[in-house]
Nanobody, 115 residues
Framework: QVQVVESGGGLVQTGGSLNLSCSAS????????MGWYRQGLGDQRDLVAS???????NYADSAKGRFTISRDNTKNTIHLQMDSLKPEDTAVYYC?????????WGQGTRVTVSS
């Protein structure tokens, strides 16, 4: 089985920064995509940023220019550097690991941005 663990969330003021980390461990075969999703007041998890095994990066419009996703393939780890944070960024951020046939979610890490 695969375990996905996120860390790095916290409480910051508007304009502050956070760096989230996500590590996958267990029965790792081949990771196709690792990505960050966030869930605010609703129950929907929206894509924030993702990176493929080949290095292709995708950002949500709300994240582009402020957030940076990076990966360390040797450690099955990704990071999300979040700068210029806004109150609307407040959410639980989840890491998702996409294999060829399966997807695994982490438990989430909470980000709160105060006005």
């Amino acid at each position: 089985q695969v375990q996905v663990v996120e860390s790095g969330g916290g409480l910051v003021q508007t304009g502050g920064s956070l760096n989230l980390s996500c590590s996958a461990s267990g029965n790792i075969f081949r990771i196709n995509i690792m990505g960050w999703y966030r869930q605010g007041l609703g129950d929907q998890r929206d894509l924030v940023a993702s990176v493929t095994s080949g290095g292709t990066i995708n950002y949500a419009d709300s994240a582009k220019g402020r957030f940076t996703i990076s990966r360390d393939n040797t450690k099955n780890t990704i990071h999300l550097q979040m700068d210029s944070l806004k109150p609307e960024d407040t959410a639980v951020y989840y890491c998702r690991i996409d294999f060829t046939r399966y997807k695994f979610w982490g438990q989430g890490t909470r980000v709160t941005v105060s006005s």
